[in-house]
Structures are given as structure tokens and as C-alpha cells.
């Protein structure tokens, strides 16, 4: 048991420890505890038969057998040789913390592997089996599962089978790794005291010295606890011999409160009865403003009437004013628009007489135009007269017939073309729909590769930013470089699903696969070195074929144990792929059975298969490398699936591939017709327009001579044209006559004037007598305004009054509303006090209800006084005698628990005394037999060295001093760990422990490279010392680590020699010829025939 767990321990109390020293007081000295007997091949109970690894720190897989002595563990530093105190500690259920190196199981998983385990055999007692602990250790969960005799056990299973063994990992006294080794120089006395009992001497002295401790600890609370209580009990009686003298002034200050309790409530009745006459007089004061103000508001109603009708009045002549100054307004627009008019008549009068002045140039000019008609005439009629152009038009008719001939044929030929590509564009568009639907499918079915796609973009993503990084660039590669397994890969039965991911590991199904090494590189370098992305990629250049992976036995036998396929067998891939999977994951060697019942004894036996799937259990079996090599078979349950959940058909997928590529190859036939289509269309076009140019070039001439004929007939009629030009010049009147109509003209427009004229004086008129009837609405509206301000004045003066009157009511009701509700509180203060008050004052108060003779001020300065009164200082308050009598009662109770207590200290002072008997004779009698053991070794090597206990009042601060002295001009110093060098601590350090040896109740002890520092002369004195304790007949197991052997050192027939041998490869049987010639190691070889050989491969 662990020292943490016995502190755990419950500690029996006073009376149980009394029951239990009832019984006969053990034996006290070296021998009191005998070990228990061994079995035939010498082993005791507890110690340690067998150690298995597997994936174990530095190790693949080991075993081998220590002998029930001395072993002693030999090899050069990186071996593993403290991978076995590891394997120790960890396979018997501690926690890595006391071994002083990682603290996470996970960190003692070999890497590149996600499990390991560690199994430890320990002899059982006699008439019992062995003990077989396995601890099986998960990397990416940090976490172990606990198998104890082949069965699944939890941790607590495991302790208590440790436990039955006094086994104590965790005590430096009997188990001391490597990096403990300065731990133990620095462990406090108290420390080292707790550690040496649990490893040493009688076995009640932890127990017993837990209920010195315990009893201390009480007694110390007890003696407190009474000290604190007789101090309070003194103070109390102090207290009420004070009070005694105080209880006379209480009597007085009641009779004092008794009078300012009634005062109270008359000072609140007469407040009451004089609110109630201030409500009387305000309620009257409201009721005369209100009159007051009804007054006022008769006074006002006439002035109101007169300023009203004023104002009617001048509405009306408001509006009659802007009626006039309407009218006004409208004649002087229409005045405007006279004027206007009048100025149009002038400006044609001016242009008429104009005219009349231009008239001679204008007939001159006339004349001149006449003349230059007649100039034209005649040279038209000159052009005219040679007749139209003669041009014969038969030769470009019949070229431009033929041409049109030609240009319908090709025409029909490019409509026909048009047709066609037509036709073939509808079969493209039907191969391209067809194509898409395959391509569909084929998606549907590849929805597999989505899925997983997706699980590597949760899982790793750089993984995944890979793939669709390949996915990409595929094309700069010589050869196909595979995406990862997961994606790769895929189930030809998907029952077989959950066994293959349990076969592949995670960094197995995120591999990428490369088939040269020069693809590999250029993978390597794109991805990993200048992206920094976290990959896994392997190259299979040069590796065996795919047909070297053969299974270890043919299918027929294969089904004779059960078995339904190999792992390979369930599964698709590229060869390179599947190549990968042999190498890494062997699945050509895993047999699946998918209903389960294949038999674990006749695979054991048949020893071909060491991996195999039998319904959702893996089994692996392992064969012993030494005697009958007898088999060992392992099982679990497959992990869940979870990454190969998805699987598609793989048939249907070739398929829907087929499809793909059979729409593919007729889209690009079609494609290809198209091409050849258009092309021939472009030349058949190009003759077309070809041909149009030519027609176009023959219309253009036949146009040409047309447009000759034409411009003949065009001259034809300007020649008509000026003709009828001048003979309307010629009809035009002469200038006289022109001069008739301008005067016929001017008549109109003087006769037009002279209207507007008349019709202006006629608005100048109206708008004189609306500007009139204006101006005396406004004086009207100047005299009523006058009248409407004086009675406004008239009226603002009454209203101020009528302010003033609401404002004296409003201040009435406020006041009334005061009075009202202070009469109301008064009121219900008084009733309260009265309620309040104790029915003795309640019967003095009746004559006072009604009192009037006396106000409340005068009831209130009386009040003041007797308060003042009970103000004067006085250390007796109102509970005085209840405090008084209190306590009386907590006196006499403190007196009884005072007795008890100290009844109670007697008792603990018995018990103290008589535990004591038992565990410090126990305790002296272990550390001289341990002094004794540790002097003379030190006296050995010409040192001294001491164990002393040392005291203390309190029973946890006792401990062990252990001192040391090296040099004669030196005295005993005490052991620390920064006092002494690291040899001297090694050395004092392993001699104390083996001084404990014979003393201890552990099957076995441990020692890892504790004679690190030591000079050759005390690492052989301690070697030799230590083969003398270990190796004798009543010793237990030991364990002695070390990378060092010095030549000449002793050895015994009892001890036994365990070699670690580092390499890749070891030969089957390792004999002594093999190492160095040494005489010790020759003599140890004629005594031990059998040397057993670690291998480890780093």
C-alpha cells in the first residue's frame, strides 16, 4: 500500500484503541515479521516471475524472467534499462509521477505506434495461481485498460492484488528510480520516517504511529479549546459581578420609558387636534375665493359681447376692401395688356412703312433674277436637245443572269450544309446530355470519396488542402501519385468495413503513395518543405511485387478454421496502394471471419496466422522466443467504424465509368462531324460571297447606265422647272399695286389703335373708383381696429382679475389639501401610537385623549426633557437581567464542559502513553538493528555513518537523521541534498537501503544506476556488500541497474545476470563466448547455464 494511501486510513479513536490493545503485544525486533515461504523455485509471494513489452518505450516486444535474488541488469546507456523500473511501476498499476520522467502514460507508447503494453507475473501464495497484470496504453487518448489474470479488470482490481503483497512502487525506501535518486537525499526526516516504516519492521508501526499523530493533533485542540473556555468562564463571572451593582438603575429607566411612551402619544393627539382646526379654517378660506372668483367672471361677460361684435365688423370690411383692391388689380392686367397690344400695332406700322421704302431695290432686283432664268433656259434646252444617251444593256443582262444562277446553287449548297450542322449540333447537344447524366451517376456512386474527402478535411487538414492540391497538379508528375489510403481505397464487401479500419491506423489512412522516387521528391519538396504542410507520403520504387505478398495459408484450409477471406481479399486499390497496405498493415496475413466462431486454441496451435478477425474481436497471438515458446493470444473489440462507413459498388462504378467514357468517345465524334461541317461551310460561304461581290459589280454597272438616262430626264425637268419659275415672276403685280395694298393695310391698323386707346380711358376709369372705394374701407377698418384694442385692454384687465381670483383658489385648495392630509396623518399616528402603546399606558392615556388645556409644544418640551433624561450615559440596557441571568446558565454550563474536557485530556494522555508503549520500542528496535547494519557497512569502507531518530514534541515532526562521515578530520553531518557530492549521496544512499533489506516486508526492491558518481573503490565495496545481503537464503528479490561492470567484482550462485544486447538483429542463442573474457564473468557462466537476452530495437 501506497504511503499516500495510508494516510487515507482511518484512525480509530480513543475506545476503539482501547479494544484493540486488549489483544497480546507482538513481537518487537529484527525478526518479527517472518517472510513467507517460497515456492520450489525459490521465489516468495509478490515477487516478480516474468515482464513482458510490447511497443514499450524502446522496446518492439520483450520478455524474460528475473530470478527470485539478486538480479542484476546490465547494458549501455540508451538500452532501456530503465524502461524495466518503467515496465515495473506502470505494469502494477502507479502513475507515471513516480518515476520522475513524463507524466502522461501516453508518452511511454513506442512512437510511430498508437498502443503499447506492459504485463508483470507475480508469484502467488501458496496453494494460489500466479498474478498476471497487463496494462495496455493508448496514445491519442492518454489512457489504459487493465487486464488481471486474462480477465478486464478496472484499477481498483489492481491495487487491491498489489496490495496483498506489501508492494510499495511508490516508497524510495524499497523502489528507487533513476531520477529519484536526488529525491531521496532531499526527503525530510519525517519523510524518511513514514517511508522506512512502511518498508521495514513491525507492521502495526505506520498504523500506530498514524494514532500518535492523530492523538496529538487532539490533544493539542483540546488543551486550546480549554484554555479558551476557561478564559471565557473567568470573564463571565467578572462580567455579572459588574452587573449586580447596575440592575438598581434599571428600575429607574423604566419608569423613565413607561412616562416618554405616554408622552408620544399625547404629543401626537394634540398634533392631531390642532391639524384638525388649521383643516377647519382653509376649507372656509376655499370656499370665499371660489365666490370671489364667480364674481369676477359676471363682470367680464359684456366686455366679451362688445369685442366679439367689433370684431364681426371688421371681417366684413376686410373683405370688401380686398374685393375693391381685387377689381383694381384686374383692370390694371388688363391695362397691361393694352399697352401691349398697342405697342404690336406700332411695330407693323413701322414694318409696313419699311416695306414701302424697299420696294424699288426689290423690283430691281426682281429684274436681275428674271434675266439669269432666262440664261439657264437656254443652256438647258441646249443639253436637252442632244436627246438621251444610248447604251446597250443585253451583254450585262446575260452576265448578270448567270451570275444569279451560280449564287442560287451555292446558296442551296450552304442551306443544305446549314441543315446538316443542324443535325449534328442536335447530336452533340444529345451526346453532351448523355455524357452529363453519366458523368452524374458516376458522382452519385463516387459520393464515397466526398465523404472521406470530408473526414480528412476534420481529421487532417493538411492532408486534405493536399489531395486538392494533387487533384490539381497531378499532370507535372512522371507517374500517378495516389491520393491517401482512405480516399484510394475501397470495399469489395462492405461487411468487411469495420476490420479494415481497425487494421489501418489514422496515420496509415492519411498516406499518400508515390511509385518513383523521383515523384516522391517532387511531392516531398512542393508540399512538405515549402508549404510546411504535416504529411505522410511513401514511395514504392524497387519494393517487392504485389504477387511476393503471399498469405500464410491457402484458402482451403482458410475456411477449415472459419475464416471467410483475407483482409486483402475484402478490398480495392491500385496495385501500388495495395503493395503499401501488404508492407505496412499486412493485410495479406489478417483472416476475417464475419460470424465469428473461429477457435483461438487451433489457431494457437496451427502457429501459421499471429493476427486474425473473428466477428467483431481482434486476436493477436504472440509466442514465448524461449523453452516450449507457448503461445500467448491477446483480444479486443474492433474499433467503431466510423471513417469507412461509406462504401459504394464496385461494379456499378465501373460501369457508370464505362458510361462516362462511351459518352466521352461519342461527344468527341460528334464534336469531330461538327468540325468537318463547319469547315466545309466556310469554303461554300466564302464562294457565295464570292459570287454576291460579282452580282453586286454587275448591278453597280447596269446601275451606272441607268443612272445616265437619268440625269438626262433630270435636266429635262429643271428645264420645265425654270420655266414655271419665271412665268410666276412675270405674273407678279407691278410696284404700284404693291403700294395700294400696303395703304389698305395701314388704314386697318390706325383704326385698331384707336379702339385699344378707348378701351385703356375706360380701365383707367374703373380702376380709379376701385382705388377710391378702398382707401375708405381702410379708414372703416382703422376705426374699428381702434375700438377692438380698447376693449381688449377692457377685457386683459378683467382677465388678470380672474387670474389673480383662480390663482387665490387654487392656492385654497392646495392649503385645504395640506391641511387635509397632515390632519390624516396626524390622525393615523395618533391611532398607531395608541395602538403601539402597552395596555398599562393605554389605561393611564384615557383621561388625555380628549385633553385641550395643554398644546403640543408644551407636550413636546416635556417629552425632550424626559428623553434627555434616559440619555445620560448607563451601562444597563433593557435586557439587562436577561444578559444577567443568561449568564448565570452559560457559567454552570462551561464549568461541566470544562470537566470534561479535562477528563477527556486524561484519557488521550492514557491512550498517548500506552500506544507509545507499543511503537516506540517497535520504532528504537528497527532503527538500532538499522543503525547497526548502516555503521558497520560505513566502518567497512573506513567512514562512519548514523541513523538517529529525532524528536519532537509534535509526533508528525519525528523523523530519522541519517549522518555520514567520509573524512577522519571531519564529524558526523547530517545527510542532505546539497551538504554532500552526488557520489557521497549514492553511496550512503544505496547503504541505508541495504540496511533495510533483511528488515523488509516488499517482495522485491529496485536500485536504478544508484552507484552513478561513486569512485571504483566504493562502487566495488557496495557491489560486494550488496551481493552479501541480496544473495543470501532469506533474502527477497532485488533489482541492481547499472551501465558499468568492474572487472573483479564478486558473484554468487543465487544471483542472477540479465544482459541488454541493442540491435537490429540478434542471433537465436547467445552464449557466454560471445563478450569479453573476464574470470568472474567465466566462473558466473559454469554456475548459470541459461542467460537470457533483451533485445531492443531503439
Known amino acids: 500500500m501506497s504511503t499516500q494511501r495510508a494516510r487515507r486510513r482511518r484512525t480509530p479513536s480513543v475506545g476503539e484503541h482501547e479494544r484493540q490493545c486488549e489483544a497480546p503485544a507482538m513481537q518487537v525486533g529484527p525478526h518479527a515479521s517472518a517472510r513467507p515461504a517460497r515456492n520450489a523455485g525459490g521465489y516468495l509471494p509478490g515477487a516478480i516471475v516474468r515482464i513482458?513489452?510490447?511497443?514499450?518505450?524502446?522496446?518492439?516486444?520483450?520478455?524474460?524472467?528475473?530470478?527470485?535474488?539478486?538480479?542484476?541488469?546490465?547494458?549501455?546507456?540508451?538500452?532501456?534499462?530503465?524502461?524495466?523500473?518503467?515496465?515495473?511501476?506502470?505494469?502494477?498499476?502507479?502513475?507515471?509521477?513516480?518515476?520522475?520522467?513524463?507524466?502522461?502514460?501516453?508518452?511511454?507508447?513506442?512512437?510511430?505506434?498508437?498502443?503499447?503494453?506492459?504485463?508483470?507475473?507475480?508469484?502467488?501464495?501458496?496453494?494460489?495461481?500466479?498474478?498476471?497484470?497487463?496494462?495496455?496504453?493508448?496514445?491519442?487518448?492518454?489512457?489504459?485498460?487493465?487486464?488481471?489474470?486474462?480477465?478486464?479488470?478496472?484499477?481498483?482490481?489492481?491495487?487491491?492484488?498489489?496490495?496483498?503483497?506489501?508492494?510499495?512502487?511508490?516508497?524510495?525506501?524499497?523502489?528507487?528510480?533513476?531520477?529519484?535518486?536526488?529525491?531521496?537525499?532531499?526527503?525530510?526526516?519525517?519523510?524518511?520516517?513514514?517511508?522506512?516504516?512502511?518498508?521495514?519492521?513491525?507492521p502495526h508501526l505506520s498504523e500506530w504511529h498514524a494514532q500518535l499523530i492523530q492523538y496529538g493533533h487532539q490533544r493539542a485542540a483540546l488543551v486550546t479549546r480549554l484554555e479558551q473556555e476557561q478564559k471565557e468562564h473567568d470573564h463571565l463571572e467578572a462580567r455579572n459581578a459588574v452587573l449586580e451593582r447596575d440592575i438598581r438603575r434599571y428600575e429607574e429607566r423604566v419608569e423613565l420609558e413607561k412616562r416618554v411612551a405616554s408622552l408620544q402619544v399625547r404629543v401626537a393627539f394634540a398634533n392631531y387636534r390642532e391639524a384638525k382646526d388649521r383643516y377647519t379654517a382653509a376649507r372656509e378660506k376655499r370656499e370665499e375665493a371660489k365666490h370671489a372668483l364667480q364674481t369676477i367672471l359676471l363682470a367680464m361677460q359684456p366686455l366679451e359681447t362688445a369685442l366679439e361684435q367689433a370684431q364681426q365688423r371688421s371681417s366684413k370690411i376686410t373683405i370688401l376692401q380686398t374685393e375693391h383692391r381685387r377689381e383694381a388689380d384686374e383692370a390694371m392686367v388688363h391695362l397691361k395688356r393694352l399697352s401691349t397690344s398697342r405697342e404690336s400695332i406700332e411695330q407693323e406700322l413701322a414694318s409696313l412703312h419699311e416695306q414701302e421704302r424697299k420696294l424699288e431695290s426689290l423690283e430691281q432686283e426682281r429684274r436681275r433674277a428674271m434675266d439669269e432664268m432666262r440664261t439657264q433656259i437656254a443652256a438647258l434646252e441646249a443639253s436637252v436637245a442632244t436627246g438621251p444617251p444610248s447604251v446597250d444593256l443585253t451583254a450585262l443582262d446575260q452576265q448578270w443572269r448567270a451570275v444569279k444562277?451560280?449564287?442560287?446553287?451555292?446558296?442551296?449548297?450552304?442551306?443544305?450544309?446549314?441543315?446538316?450542322?443542324?443535325?449534328?449540333?442536335?447530336?452533340?447537344?444529345?451526346?453532351?446530355?448523355?455524357?452529363?447524366?453519366?458523368?452524374?451517376?458516376?458522382?452519385?456512386?463516387?459520393?464515397?470519396?466526398?465523404?472521406?474527402?470530408?473526414?480528412?478535411?476534420?481529421?487532417?487538414?493538411?492532408?486534405?488542402?493536399?489531395?486538392?492540391?494533387?487533384?490539381?497538379?497531378?499532370?507535372?508528375?512522371?507517374?500517378?501519385?495516389?491520393?491517401?489510403?482512405?480516399?484510394?481505397?475501397?470495399?469489395?464487401?462492405?461487411?468487411?468495413?469495420?476490420?479494415?479500419?481497425?487494421?489501418?491506423?489514422?496515420?496509415?489512412?492519411?498516406?499518400?503513395?508515390?511509385?518513383?522516387?523521383?515523384?516522391?521528391?517532387?511531392?516531398?519538396?512542393?508540399?512538405?518543405?515549402?508549404?510546411?504542410?504535416?504529411?505522410?507520403?511513401?514511395?514504392?520504387?524497387?519494393?517487392?511485387?504485389?504477387?511476393?505478398?503471399?498469405?500464410?495459408?491457402?484458402?482451403s484450409t482458410l475456411t477449415s478454421h472459419g475464416f471467410d477471406a483475407y483482409a486483402l481479399d475484402c478490398i480495392d486499390a491500385p496495385p501500388d496502394v495495395l503493395r503499401y497496405l501488404c508492407s505496412t498493415a499486412h493485410l495479406h496475413a489478417i483472416p476475417i471471419a464475419f460470424q465469428g466462431g473461429v477457435d483461438p486454441a487451433a489457431m494457437e496451435k496451427d502457429r501459421s496466422v499471429r493476427r486474425y478477425i473473428s466477428g467483431d474481436t481482434i486476436f493477436s497471438t504472440t509466442y514465448s522466443s524461449y523453452g516450449q515458446r507457448l503461445p500467448q493470444t491477446l483480444s479486443r473489440v474492433l474499433k467503431p467504424l466510423r471513417n469507412f462507413a461509406h462504401t459504394s459498388d464496385p461494379e456499378a462504378r465501373e460501369h457508370a465509368l464505362h458510361a462516362v467514357q462511351s459518352s466521352e468517345a461519342e461527344l468527341e465524334r460528334a464534336e469531330a462531324a461538327l468540325r468537318d461541317l463547319e469547315a466545309d461551310r466556310l469554303s461554300k460561304t466564302t464562294h457565295l460571297e464570292q459570287l454576291t461581290e460579282q452580282r453586286a459589280t454587275l448591278s453597280a454597272q447596269h446601275q451606272a447606265a441607268a443612272d445616265e438616262h437619268k440625269a438626262w430626264e433630270r435636266l429635262q425637268w429643271q428645264l420645265r422647272t425654270k420655266k414655271e419659275r419665271l412665268q410666276e415672276e412675270e405674273k407678279r403685280p407691278s410696284v404700284v399695286l404693291q403700294r395700294q395694298q400696303l395703304d389698305q393695310e395701314r388704314r386697318k391698323l390706325v383704326v385698331e389703335r384707336s379702339k385699344v386707346a378707348e378701351r385703356a380711358v375706360r380701365l383707367l376709369q374703373t380702376m380709379a373708383r376701385a382705388y377710391n372705394a378702398s382707401d375708405e374701407d381702410g379708414l372703416a377698418l382703422l376705426c374699428l381696429i381702434s375700438e377692438i384694442q380698447t376693449r381688449e385692454a377692457a377685457l386683459r384687465d378683467h382677465k388678470v382679475q380672474v387670474d389673480e381670483g383662480e390663482q387665490a383658489v387654487r392656492d385654497a385648495i392646495a392649503a385645504f389639501t395640506d391641511t387635509k392630509e397632515h390632519a390624516l396623518t396626524c390622525k393615523r399616528r395618533a391611532e398607531r401610537c395608541l395602538a403601539d402603546a402597552s395596555e398599562d399606558i393605554q389605561d393611564q392615556l384615557r383621561e388625555y385623549v380628549n385633553e385641550t388645556d395643554r398644546s403640543s409644544a408644551e407636550l413636546m418640551a416635556e417629552l425632550e426633557r424626559t428623553q434627555a433624561q434616559l440619555e445620560i450615559p448607563s451601562s444597563v440596557g433593557p435586557s439587562v437581567m436577561e444578559a444577567y441571568r443568561t449568564r448565570k446558565e452559560k457559567i454552570a454550563q462551561l464549568q461541566r464542559t470544562i470537566a470534561d474536557a479535562r477528563a477527556e485530556q486524561v484519557r488521550l494522555d492514557r491512550a498517548i502513553a500506552e500506544v507509545e508503549g507499543h511503537w516506540l520500542p517497535a520504532l528504537d528496535a528497527l532503527l538500532c538493528?538499522?543503525?547497526?547494519?548502516?555503521?558497520?557497512?560505513?566502518?567497512?569502507?573506513?567512514?562512519?555513518?548514523?541513523?538517529?531518530?529525532?524528536?519532537?514534541?509534535?509526533?508528525?515532526?519525528?523523523?530519522?537523521?541519517?549522518?555520514?562521515?567520509?573524512?577522519?578530520?571531519?564529524?558526523?553531518?547530517?545527510?542532505?541534498?546539497?551538504?554532500?557530492?552526488?557520489?557521497?549521496?549514492?553511496?550512503?544512499?544505496?547503504?541505508y537501503l541495504l540496511s533495510l533489506t533483511e528488515l523488509s516486508r516488499s517482495p522485491f526492491s529496485l536500485v536504478d544506476e544508484i552507484n552513478q558518481g561513486m569512485d571504483p573503490r566504493a562502487e566495488r565495496a557496495v557491489h560486494n556488500h550488496m551481493v552479501d545481503i541480496t544473495c543470501r537464503p532469506e533474502a527477497g528479490q532485488y533489482f541492481l541497474i547499472t551501465p558499468k561492470l568492474l572487472p573483479g567484482l564478486s558473484y554468487h550462485p543465487l544471483m542472477k545476470v540479465l544482459i541488454i544486447n541493442n540491435g537490429e538483429w540478434l542471433p537465436e542463442k547467445l552464449r557466454c563466448m560471445y563478450f569479453a573474457p573476464s574470470p568472474s564473468v567465466s566462473d558466473v557462466a559454469q554456475r548459470k547455464r541459461q542467460r537470457l537476452a533483451l533485445a531492443a530495437h531503439a
Open 52 to 202: 513482458a513489452c510490447e511497443n514499450f518505450v524502446t522496446y518492439d516486444a520483450v520478455e524474460f524472467f528475473p530470478g527470485p535474488y539478486l538480479n542484476m541488469i546490465i547494458g549501455p546507456n540508451g538500452t532501456g534499462k530503465s524502461t524495466v523500473v518503467c515496465a515495473i511501476a506502470l505494469g502494477l498499476g502507479w502513475k507515471p509521477s513516480v518515476l520522475g520522467r513524463a507524466k502522461d502514460v501516453a508518452s511511454y507508447v513506442k512512437l510511430g505506434h498508437a498502443q503499447g503494453w506492459v504485463e508483470v507475473e507475480l508469484q502467488g501464495f501458496p496453494e494460489e495461481q500466479n498474478v498476471i497484470l497487463r496494462r495496455i496504453m493508448f496514445r491519442d487518448s492518454n489512457t489504459s485498460d487493465w487486464m488481471l489474470n486474462g480477465v478486464a479488470a478496472t484499477i481498483r482490481d489492481v491495487h487491491a492484488a498489489v496490495s496483498r503483497f506489501h508492494i510499495e512502487v511508490g516508497n524510495l525506501c524499497s523502489f528507487l528510480p533513476q531520477d529519484r535518486v536526488a529525491d531521496f537525499a532531499a526527503m525530510t526526516p519525517s519523510k524518511l520516517l513514514q517511508d522506512t516504516q512502511h518498508a521495514a519492521g513491525d
Open 929 to 991: 538493528s538499522v543503525n547497526n547494519r548502516f555503521a558497520a557497512a560505513f566502518a567497512r569502507m573506513g567512514c562512519a555513518g548514523e541513523v538517529r531518530l529525532a524528536r519532537e514534541e509534535d509526533y508528525e515532526k519525528w523523523g530519522i537523521d541519517i549522518l555520514v562521515k567520509f573524512r577522519d578530520t571531519e564529524r558526523l553531518q547530517l545527510l542532505t541534498g546539497q551538504r554532500q557530492s552526488g557520489g557521497e549521496r549514492s553511496l550512503s544512499t544505496i547503504l
Open 405 to 555: 444562277t451560280e449564287h442560287r446553287v451555292a446558296t442551296e449548297d450552304v442551306r443544305d450544309l446549314d441543315a446538316q450542322t443542324r443535325e449534328w449540333n442536335a447530336k452533340v447537344q444529345r451526346a453532351r446530355t448523355q455524357h452529363k447524366e453519366a458523368r452524374l451517376t458516376l458522382d452519385r456512386l463516387q459520393t464515397v470519396r466526398y465523404q472521406r474527402l470530408q473526414i480528412l478535411a476534420r481529421g487532417d487538414r493538411d492532408t486534405y488542402e493536399a489531395t486538392m492540391w494533387l487533384e490539381q497538379n497531378q499532370g507535372i508528375f512522371e507517374r500517378t501519385v495516389y491520393e491517401p489510403v482512405l480516399v484510394a481505397l475501397s470495399l469489395k464487401r462492405p461487411e468487411a468495413a469495420r476490420a479494415i479500419e481497425t487494421c489501418l491506423s489514422w496515420a496509415v489512412q492519411r498516406t499518400f503513395v508515390c511509385q518513383t522516387r523521383a515523384d516522391y521528391d517532387l511531392f516531398t519538396r512542393e508540399l512538405i518543405d515549402k508549404r510546411k504542410w504535416r504529411l505522410n507520403v511513401v514511395e514504392m520504387e524497387g519494393g517487392p511485387a504485389l504477387s511476393t505478398y503471399t498469405p500464410p495459408m491457402p484458402v
